[in-house]
């Protein structure tokens, strides 16, 4: 889906939307005056609409954020746990409903002092309640500076997050150079879309072959586990909820300057990090001679293996057919969980 966080509008601080509100109000007063009116109706006429321009830049800003604002438990599991990890649902929650409080206080006062200078006596004191509404709208406007603040930064974070679609998804694994990102252009042909994705500095490559989304996730599914913070594995597991399959990809050759040994225990790191079914590559099998290839045939019998050759375009046929079953099962079976 579309990221949900992009629709925010910019967060104004207070002193910004008080400035813009202020000057809407200056602006409306300014034609209320030309009117040919009696000065006390005039005087209170001007403070009235005052007020209320006030009152309507300042709530209808906040209420807009609060609109845009997605329902963060409505969303798709991967966005819920991107806010959590980037910001924390219950402070993302609570901040909106400090915007809610001030939007309904503001209209409040604003009926309340409305009603106040219609009553006036004075143009003196109609002015004295205008400027009595400005300080409290400032006052609540000051109150909850850090929770604008939070939502400020929070969109900020949100915004940039991947856009998927939802389909059958599978994420590609195994360590840099081993071939990844060759199978993902043989696969889904040119159009590898780079989204950024939190955590990371090179972003996710995401290709579609038919109607078969696939992810190369530079970064994250390419090193051991040891090496990864809290956040960057939260970041990492986020990838369940997204993908339906994983594609590891070993190889054989290992030009890529990770041994055997060392991809194998990357895969098995991967398999026990993840509740997805595991569709191995060997892949640039042009470069190991039989004997090699039937070593390690032989070293990953537990796995569903297909070997490959991406450079040389040997069995991509086969890989694809395999990939397109494997991810459309696992699709079908989260539907019905
Ligand atoms: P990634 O870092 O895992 O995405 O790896 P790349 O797709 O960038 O591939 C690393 C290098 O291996 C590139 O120079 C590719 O051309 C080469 N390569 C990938 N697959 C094969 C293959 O099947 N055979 C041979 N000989 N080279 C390959």
Redesign the pocket.
């Known amino acids: 889906m579309e990221n949900p966080f992009k629709k925010i509008p910019t967060i104004l601080m207070p002193d910004e939307l008080m400035e813009k509100a202020l000057r809407r109000g200056e602006k409306v007063a300014n034609e209320m005056r030309q009117k040919p009116l009696p000065s006390l109706i005039k005087s209170k006429m001007v403070e009235e609409h005052k007020v209320r321009t006030i009152g309507s830049v300042v709530a209808d800003n906040l209420q807009k954020v609060i609109d845009k604002a997605p329902a963060v438990r409505k969303l798709p599991k991967f966005y819920q746990e991107m806010v959590e990890i980037l910001v924390g649902i219950d402070e993302f929650k609570k901040s909106l409903g400090a915007f809610k409080w001030a939007s309904d206080l503001v209209k409040k006062l604003t009926n309340e002092y409305a009603k106040k200078i219609r009553r006036s006596r004075t143009p003196q004191q109609a002015a004295k309640f205008r400027k009595e509404f400005v300080g409290r709208v400032k006052s609540i406007l000051k109150q909850i500076h850090p929770e604008m603040a939070f939502i400020a930064v929070a969109r900020e974070k949100l915004k940039d997050l991947p856009t998927f679609k939802d389909l059958p998804t599978i994420a590609i694994a195994?360590?840099?150079?081993?071939?990844?990102?060759?199978?993902l252009k043989a696969l889904t042909g040119a159009d590898v879309e780079i989204n950024n994705y939190p955590f990371t500095t090179k972003g996710i490559n995401v290709g579609y072959m038919d109607n078969i989304q696939m992810l190369?996730t530079p970064g994250l599914l390419?090193r051991p586990l040891y090496e990864r913070n809290d956040i960057e594995l939260q970041a990492i597991l986020a990838l369940n909820y997204l993908a339906d399959i994983i594609l590891f990809?070993i190889d054989a050759?290992e030009?890529?300057g990770y041994s055997l040994d060392e991809q194998i225990s990357l895969l098995k790191e991967i398999s026990e990090l993840f509740k997805l079914p595991i569709i191995l590559a060997i892949?640039?099998?042009?470069?190991i001679d039989k004997e090699r290839l039937n070593k390690i045939r032989d070293m990953l019998k537990n796995y569903e293996v297909i070997e490959?050759?991406?450079?040389?375009g040997i069995n991509l046929d086969k890989l694809k057919e395999i990939l397109k079953k494997r991810a459309i099962e696992s699709y079908k079976s989260k539907l019905r969980c």
């Open positions: 195994g360590y840099p150079n081993v071939g990844k990102s060759t199978i190369d390419d990809v050759s030009y890529c892949n640039k099998i042009d470069l490959i050759s991406a450079d040389k």
